[in-house]
């Protein structure tokens, strides 16, 4: 485990280990006067305890002092992880409000069924059918949004999707993807980067490791350009990055590759990213936090042409209609409509979840990538 990945005891967290412990928490926010959480059902609100500066400015202390840190009026700012938990401290000194603790809560686990997301209104029955059949067809994905919207909880959701006899490694400086705690029986290795592996050093030594999919947790800089190069020698993967539109993709892979051969990479974006995905969130006036996919969009270059299809927009379907490349890929296995699934019918089938399993696995085309990750799904997503 890297040096960084300290724990802390239940004793460390005083009257905040009843959100540390709820699963549906994911979001933990003190304000110098309040405390402020976030669940997965959009919901913001006030905790229904109270809090003093007291108790928080002793719980950053304990942080500090497990993660062999400095907090102090000049060490004014504490940034700091645990295997599941993301803690960013302000010191009181630097603000006219009191300390400010953000704890942000990344568990081993994958929040929304894919019956809950539609429910719930993060996607529609068409959507989750397109990206489950772009999981079968090994298309490569990147998710975008503006901070804290759900793109790292999206990667998850997708990712769990993978049959469980394709390598899949991932590489982060944070985990958070938890891709073997979630998927246990599947083929992983997780990789940290840190001072003594760069991203730019997992990517290329990963290609010696026998991958199906790479997983970068998050582009932020030069490495992306290693990550593309990788999808062109015919391995798979996701990553996420920040930007407001999925039309902005291209150019924010070309500005952060920092490369002069600009119309190259250009090119290879258009080449091997498949499908792009903004996730959005807006905050009602009561407080509650909708999240939701916003834009899908495919990518393609045909005859030296680039050309990005807008499928989704707004949340609502454009008109627009799939690519022939990426048509091929789904019909190499064995899917002829983009947006129907077997899977997906099946869970919001009114019969009983037994038998409708029964009654869909006969009419499952019997192409092999298809039927392993069924088998790899069984009746646990």
Not at 42 to 51: G, H, K, L, M, P
Not at 130 to 152: D, H, L, R, S, Y
Not at 190 to 209: F, H, M, P, S, W
Request: hydrophobic share 35%; net charge neutral; with cysteine.
């Amino acid at each position: 485990m890297p040096k960084e990945m300290w724990t802390l005891s239940d004793n460390d967290f005083g009257k905040l280990l009843k959100y540390i412990k709820d699963d549906t928490i994911t979001d933990i926010d003190y304000n110098g006067r309040s405390l402020w959480i976030n669940d997965i059902y959009n919901n913001r609100r006030q905790a229904d305890v109270e809090v003093d500066p007291q108790e928080m400015e002793n719980f950053a202390a304990r942080v500090a002092n497990r993660a062999n840190k400095k907090f102090d009026p000049v060490n004014n700012r504490l940034a700091a992880q645990t295997n599941n938990l993301r803690i960013s401290c302000l010191h009181e000194t630097q603000t006219m409000t009191g300390i400010s603790v953000c704890i942000r809560k990344s568990p081993p686990i994958v929040r929304l069924t894919p019956k809950e997301a539609v429910k719930m209104g993060f996607m529609t029955k068409k959507t989750l059918a397109f990206i489950i059949n772009c999981v079968m067809a090994k298309c490569n994905f990147v998710t975008v949004g503006e901070p804290q919207v759900g793109k790292t909880e999206l990667s998850k959701f997708i990712m769990q999707f993978i049959p469980d006899n394709q390598r899949v490694i991932t590489i982060e400086d944070v985990p958070e993807l938890h891709y073997h705690e979630i998927k246990p029986t599947a083929d992983c290795v997780e990789i940290i980067v840190g001072d003594n592996l760069t991203y730019t050093d997992a990517i290329k030594t990963c290609l010696r490791q026998n991958p199906n999919w790479i997983m970068l947790s998050e582009a932020r800089s030069t490495e992306v350009k290693y990550l593309i190069e990788c999808w062109t020698t015919g391995v798979h993967g996701m990553t996420t990055l920040h930007t407001d539109d999925v039309r902005k993709i291209p150019d924010r892979i070309v500005n952060m590759s920092a490369s002069e051969l600009k119309t190259r990479i250009e090119n290879d974006v258009f080449v091997n990213v498949d499908l792009g995905i903004l996730v959005k969130k807006k905050t009602l006036y009561d407080g509650k936090i909708i999240r939701y996919i916003d834009q899908v969009a495919v990518f393609s270059r045909n005859r030296n042409k680039n050309s990005v299809t807008l499928l989704l927009d707004e949340g609502e379907p454009t008109g627009e209609e799939v690519n022939s490349e990426l048509l091929k890929k789904l019909r190499a296995v064995g899917i002829t409509d983009p947006f129907s699934n077997n899977y997906v019918d099946s869970i919001f089938s009114d019969e009983k979840e037994d038998d409708r399993w029964k009654n869909k696995k006969e009419n499952i085309p019997k192409d092999n990538r298809v039927q392993n990750l069924l088998n790899s799904l069984g009746e646990n997503v």
